[in-house]
Nanobody
């Protein structure tokens, strides 16, 4: 049974920083995509960033230059460093690990940015 557990969310003032971490348990292999998504109230869940096992990275335009995704292939973890946070970054952030064979999501962690 694979589980993804996010941590690091919280309340921060605009301009501040947070670091989200996602730990995985169970067998997921080493070749996969790992990503962070977010969902604000009343909105759809959107991609924030993802990273392949070879280190290829993609960011949503809204977070480019402010967020940095990284992964540890040995530990099967993925982090999201969020700097210069804005109120519009407020959302529940979800970790995702997926390939063509499987697709796992974490339970989400709340990030709230006050103005």
């Amino acid at each position: 049974q694979v589980q993804l557990v996010e941590s690091g969310g919280g309340l921060v003032q605009a301009g501040g920083s947070l670091r989200l971490s996602c730990a995985t348990s169970g067998s997921i292999g080493s070749i996969n995509f790992m990503g962070w998504y977010r969902q604000a109230p009343g909105k759809q869940r959107d991609l924030v960033a993802h990273i392949t096992s070879l280190g290829s990275i993609s960011y949503a335009d809204s977070v480019k230059g402010r967020f940095t995704i990284s992964r540890d292939n040995a530990k099967n973890t993925v982090d999201l460093q969020m700097n210069s946070l804005k109120p519009e970054d407020t959302a529940v952030y979800y970790c995702r690990v997926y390939t063509l064979r499987y697709d796992y999501w974490g339970q989400g962690t709340q990030v709230t940015v006050s103005s």
